[in-house]
């Protein structure tokens, strides 16, 4: 495994909305974990609420959420306050999905670090995470 | 000098092997995986008695005329924000040329909850049509012949429901049950397997079904009462062998399930429809939907003892892949659905959907919906397809690949018995392991390069343009829960809760329950309502997350 660090970064990977199309968030799961961080993946149709609970009760450092309804506008920054309202804010949040890009620009200044869309390879997502959790 | 005919195999092996190849690391195998050979000959066709479209085991297809007879049903799936602005778009694409209607429901509404439930927050009117109540229903349908022209419904935990709501709006419109013509998705094994709209659990899940395709036998003897779907299996990243041996699994338990209730084969077979991805891997597919027929033909009368003929043949609709699309340079995603939708056809689907290219992005814009539609029209009336029938049938490749189909197929079909069957399976999570180790497997190759996505992972444009993107009215979501709030306040409220009731009942025993439910229907039961009531006897599902 290329990760040697002493913590390893854990990550709630989560699909917040109602809709059930997870083979994106399985395959992003899988390369993280391949990539040798601790991934907890929470399923279906996790409420903002739910997100939160579980970030806190893993100690993850970071929350990936995956969505592909169109709900991103309301849910993505509802998780964001539900951070602040648990004073969480240290946690950091990266997404996924059918996210336009005007969107990326508002969810980014609410606080969202990145956003990828479809058709990012894996690898760019691994090396976000490993600038941002140098070792 | 001429060659031998014996001889020239092994002249051309000589050849191929003495010249150079391609080093490019790009695979040779179908994007399922299956290993190609370089070329086909006779020597690789099975020997079978020579087959022909309308006969038994259908493989070049169910009708002896194909296309000549009748062109497949064009049927743009589509729906989004409200009743109103979606009977819009239905009648835009029926003055378009459109043959048939197909609703697409949001997310709420495929999850049986009102819009204005906590849950709905931010998915309403998004991923199709908000639908409540009936109020709703006659208003999307409002000007449009139900006598006329038949309608897909892609709706599943809660398809009766949306049934009844459907039957009742043709009787406002004076059109009895006996004459609707249409397609409810029904299948919630594939919801189970892939696209994970479920609700309750599988039992109870399974007996709704059953419910509906019983009462339709009776009543409504037109309606397609199940579109047993490989789609969502294959969008959820599954092979071209996985989505055909799944999907015809489901049929089989489907079959076995109302065999179960005490209907026989012949009365209901008939009535079951498929419905498939037409994925980009061109041969491959049109290898998948010929071996679907065959198969079926051969279980139904081999293993079902189905008497009658059309109880044996697989009727199908077809979609392109919306998994195939890309994000970069989407104007490219017009030709792919092209392709994917000419595989479809030269393989005699009974109706298809070609996605518009701007699918990977948000719902379709007026514009990319129309161009989708010719996309079909252009396949049907310039390129000549249509005029004979299954024309790759005989081919070396195709027949071979067909063969190579089936077989995969079969070998499911004993690993699923091995397991105890579908619904054991489901549980232990072995159509989702599969699944996820293919869309893995597909990507790491994506990642290596070992296949290419134009404009993805090579040929990539450094500047997008931007396109088009259809956006939903925020305020859409706050008048729609308006709207049912409205139609709670002004119904018969003892009539309303009394249907309720009566199905919470007839739900702890075991009569069908169709009736009920179109009881609660017409008394303006919201649809949350009547999930609710149920919910309350069949409690609900929760799947063990496998990564």
Redesign the interface.
């Known amino acids: 495994m290329p990760s040697t660090a002493v913590r390893p970064v854990r990550i709630v990977v989560a699909k917040v909305?109602?809709?059930?199309?997870?083979?994106g968030v399985?395959?992003v799961?899988?390369?993280l974990?391949d990539a040798g961080y601790e991934?907890i993946?929470?399923?279906?149709?996790q409420?903002p609420e739910m997100v939160v609970d579980a970030a806190l009760q893993e100690d993850a450092q970071v929350i990936g959420l995956s969505i592909h309804?169109?709900?991103?506008?309301?849910?993505f920054p509802?998780v964001m306050d539900e951070l602040k309202r648990r004073k969480a804010t240290d946690i950091i949040v990266f997404g996924g999905g059918?996210i336009?890009?005007d969107d990326i620009a508002a969810l980014k200044k609410k606080g969202v670090e990145e956003i990828f869309?479809?058709?990012t390879?894996?690898?760019e997502i691994v090396e976000w995470l490993r600038k941002r959790f140098p070792e | 000098m001429k060659v031998r005919a014996r001889d020239a195999d092994q002249v051309w092996q000589e050849e191929f092997e003495a010249a150079p190849e391609r080093d490019d690391g790009i695979e040779t195998s179908t994007i399922s995986g299956i290993p190609l050979k370089p070329l086909y000959t006779r020597e690789d066709l099975t020997r079978r008695d020579q087959e022909f479209p309308g006969q038994f085991p259908y493989t070049r297809g169910i009708h002896p005329s194909g296309y000549r007879g009748r062109l497949w049903t064009m049927r743009q799936f589509s729906g989004f924000a409200t009743a109103e602005e979606t009977n819009r778009r239905y009648k835009y694409l029926l003055a378009n040329g459109q043959t048939g209607l197909s609703v697409a429901f949001d997310?709420?509404t495929?999850?049986g909850q009102d819009s204005d439930a906590p849950?709905?927050?931010?998915?309403v009117g998004?991923?199709g049509v908000a639908i409540d109540s009936l109020a709703d229903m006659e208003t999307l349908f409002d000007g449009i012949p139900l006598g006329e022209i038949t309608t897909s419904m892609t709706i599943n935990s809660p398809a009766a429901i949306l049934l009844c709501m459907y039957i009742a709006v043709a009787e406002k419109q004076g059109v009895p049950a006996d004459m609707l013509g249409g397609t409810l998705q029904n299948d919630i094994l594939k919801?189970f397997i892939a696209?994970?709209?479920f609700i309750f659990p599988p039992a109870p899940s399974m007996r709704l079904v059953v419910d509906s395709i019983e009462y339709c036998a009776k009543e409504v003897p037109k309606w397609n009462t199940i579109s047993i779907s490989g789609y969502h299996i294959r969008?959820?990243?599954s092979t071209a062998a996985q989505e055909l041996a799944f999907t015809l699994a489901d049929g089989m338990a489907y079959v076995d399930a109302c065999l179960e209730r005490g209907m026989h084969i012949d009365d209901f077979a008939s009535r079951l429809s498929f419905f498939f991805d037409a994925h980009i891997d061109f041969f491959e597919e049109i290898a998948k939907f010929r071996a679907a027929r065959r198969i079926w033909a051969r279980w139904m009368r081999e293993r079902y003892g189905a008497q009658q003929e059309r109880s044996w043949k697989l009727r199908f609709h077809t979609q392109t892949a919306g998994?195939s699309l890309?994000?970069?340079q989407p104007e490219l995603n017009i030709a792919r659905t092209a392709i994917e939708a000419l595989a479809a056809v030269l393989a005699g689907t009974q109706s298809l959907h070609t996605n518009a290219m701007d699918e990977?992005?948000?719902?379709p814009t007026d514009k990319a919906a129309r161009l989708a539609l010719r996309t079909q029209q252009l396949i049907a009336y310039e390129t000549g397809v249509a005029n004979t029938i299954d024309p790759l049938g005989g081919s070396y490749f195709i027949e071979a690949l067909t063969d190579e189909m089936e077989r995969q197929a079969e070998a499911y079909f004993k690993r699923i018995e091995e397991v105890g069957g579908v619904i054991p399976a489901i549980e232990s999570g072995f159509f989702q392991k599969e699944?996820?180790d293919a869309?893995?497997r597909y990507?790491q190759e994506?990642?290596q390069k070992s296949r290419l996505?134009v404009?993805?992972?090579e040929f990539i444009n450094e500047e997008e343009e931007?396109i088009e993107?259809l956006r939903?009215d925020?305020r859409l979501e706050s008048q729609q829960s308006q709207r049912v709030q409205d139609v709670r306040r002004k119904r018969d409220q003892a009539k309303c809760a009394n249907t309720l009731q009566s199905l919470r009942k007839a739900a702890a025993g075991t009569d069908n329950l169709m009736p009920y439910i179109l009881e609660a229907v017409r008394a303006y039961a919201t649809e949350g309502e009547i999930m609710q009531a149920m919910i309350e006897v069949f409690g609900t599902y929760?799947?063990?997350?496998?990564?």
Do not use: W
């Not at chain 1, 309804?69 to 849910?75: C, F, I, N, V, Y």
């Not at chain 2, 849950?119 to 998915?123: D, H």
């Not at chain 2, 990977?360 to 719902?363: C, P, T």
């Open positions: 909305g109602l809709d059930g199309h997870d083979r399985k395959v799961a899988r390369a974990r991934v993946y929470t399923g279906l149709r409420t309804s169109g709900a991103h506008m309301t849910l509802a059918i336009p890009d869309t479809p058709g390879p894996l690898q | 997310m709420p495929l999850m849950t709905s927050r931010g998915e998004h991923c919801e696209q994970k709209e969008e959820a990243g998994v890309t994000a970069q990977v992005l948000g719902l699944i996820a869309a893995f990507q994506l990642e996505v404009g993805v992972n931007p993107i939903i925020p929760t799947e063990t997350a496998v990564v």
